[in-house]
């Protein structure tokens, strides 16, 4: 094997490794963009209702989600704070989305959320959050019954 066919067989080598390393790179970089699309897309879908104050100016958008008015009223919860929590779970939803995590991966792992959810409060209002997502609020509940079975129980 003379000098040029070593010299052949590593351009060879070296073009293949740039070649693989650019393609998997690329691989990585559009799953990624796909994953930050879905949130975007995901927190678009929802514009309306996220935007502030959306509900406490028309608290009757929550019977189009089976809650009662005069329930939430007569549980001295205010639809700010309700508005509040969606937002919250919401945002928190898109995170994962963006960062490819599973919402009970992280909430295992959220020292913020996990003092938010140990909160009284918070548990009184994610009953009536709740309304508003569907896997995501599983995945809350579960979440919740796992870490305070005596505090939170079973959600309704």
């Given at each position: ?47 309306e209702l996220l935007k502030i104050g959306a509900l406490a100016e028309t608290p009757s958008i929550l019977e189009f989600y089976g ?44 020292k913020r959320r996990e003092i938010m959810f140990s909160l009284k409060k918070t548990q009184k209002v994610w009953k009536y959050a ?27």
């Amino acid at each position: 094997m003379g000098f040029s066919d070593i010299v052949s067989t590593i351009a060879i080598v070296l073009s293949t490794t740039a070649f693989l390393i650019t393609y998997f790179r690329d691989r990585k970089l559009s799953e990624e963009n796909r994953r930050f699309q879905g949130a975007n897309a995901y927190l678009q879908r929802n514009a309306e209702l996220l935007k502030i104050g959306a509900l406490a100016e028309t608290p009757s958008i929550l019977e189009f989600y089976g809650l009662d008015l005069d329930e939430i009223k007569n549980a001295e919860i205010s639809i700010e704070d309700i508005h509040f929590l969606v937002l919250s779970v919401y945002s928190m939803k898109a995170y994962c989305m963006a960062e490819g995590t599973r919402v009970s991966d992280y909430l295992k792992n959220s020292k913020r959320r996990e003092i938010m959810f140990s909160l009284k409060k918070t548990q009184k209002v994610w009953k009536y959050a709740q309304h508003f997502f569907i896997s995501t609020a599983e995945d809350i509940n579960n979440y919740l019954r796992e870490t305070y079975p005596e505090e939170y129980g079973n959600p309704d």
